[in-house]
């Protein structure tokens, strides 16, 4: 889902201090690491934060963290040029201190998957004993390397800022009622998980809904309904959003051929993956290719 390199800071603010996230393609992930704020936002009544919260905001609204409601405002500006995934933000003062451990993503917004649709504006995780210690654990891998770089930490940033996004997603789909709509329900949903996984490890396999049916363990008749209500699209056109989506991958982040990319992703000439991809991108992947950042 993520497209461009990750980032992550260890923010140290001294009150009174506010920091405003203007409207983005940037998705933000901030965790309460010493004192608390407040979160404000268009999606509510201001939202207190302590020690171990996590806050993820996907969609790139527009909000503020601040450590009193009617503290001023700095806009933050990232820099986009800047390919080191690790940055630092201090506000100095002489007010009580309060330490974040913030990231940002950017994802692609030409293939956004629906998952992160699902999602809410505004994600807030409480800190709560013995709750999800696999995002703890994240947020403590990160946090050492934030707090303490040394030889190889920007090489394991980017994979710790994943691990974290994977995590937070985790744990708010673990935290979603049973009668939850959309992706919350597929992840939860066997039959469906598994074929999803399926396509997913290997899209260039020559799929048919018997297949897909087969490995859920269902009818054919009866999966194709049911993945299509829990998914929003029919087996086969999900699995052919999700091949374009690794084709696009593969041309931007390798310099695999254009034979070797069509046949990863399940197509036997080039010409009908060019076909394909150019109805989803509205352009050849050749172009596609040369117009990623160098």
Not at 177 to 194: L, Q
Not at 208 to 231: C, I, P, Q, W, Y
Not at 269 to 281: C, L
């Amino acid at each position: 889902m993520r497209t461009g390199s990750p980032k992550a800071a260890r923010t140290t603010s001294h009150a009174p201090w506010g920091v405003r996230f203007a409207q983005s393609r940037l998705a933000g992930c901030h965790v309460v690491l010493q004192g608390n704020c407040w979160l404000l936002s268009d999606h509510g009544e201001p939202l207190p934060l302590g020690v171990g919260d996590v806050l993820f905001t996907p969609h790139g609204d527009d909000y503020a963290l601040v450590d009193q409601p009617g503290s001023p405002l700095v806009d933050f500006k990232p820099r986009p040029t800047d390919a080191a995934p690790l940055d630092e933000m201090r506000i100095d003062g002489a007010g009580v201190v309060t330490e974040l451990l913030c990231a940002y993503y950017m994802f692609d917004p030409a293939r956004p998957h629906r998952l992160v649709a699902d999602l809410p504006s505004i994600i807030h995780l409480p800190a709560r004993t013995g709750q999800h210690p696999s995002l703890r654990s994240a947020v403590e891998l990160l946090g050492n390397e934030l707090l303490d770089p040394r030889p190889g930490t920007e090489a394991a940033l980017p994979a710790l800022i994943d691990m974290l996004l994977l995590y937070v997603l985790r744990a708010w789909l673990a935290e979603q009622p049973g009668d939850a709509a959309g992706w919350a329900t597929a992840m939860r949903d066997a039959a469906i998980a598994t074929a999803l996984r399926q396509m997913h490890r290997g899209p260039e396999k020559p799929w048919t809904v018997e297949d897909l049916a087969s490995v859920a363990g269902l009818s054919r008749a009866a999966f194709a309904k049911r993945f299509t209500t829990v998914v929003g699209q029919p087996p086969l056109a999900y699995l052919t959003w999700w091949r374009m989506t690794t084709a696009a991958r593969l041309l931007r982040e390798s310099d695999a051929s254009l034979r070797t990319v069509a046949a990863r992703c399940g197509y036997g000439s080039e010409y009908a993956f060019a076909k394909a991809f150019k109805r989803a991108y509205d352009v050849a992947p050749g172009q596609y290719r040369a117009q990623r950042p160098h």
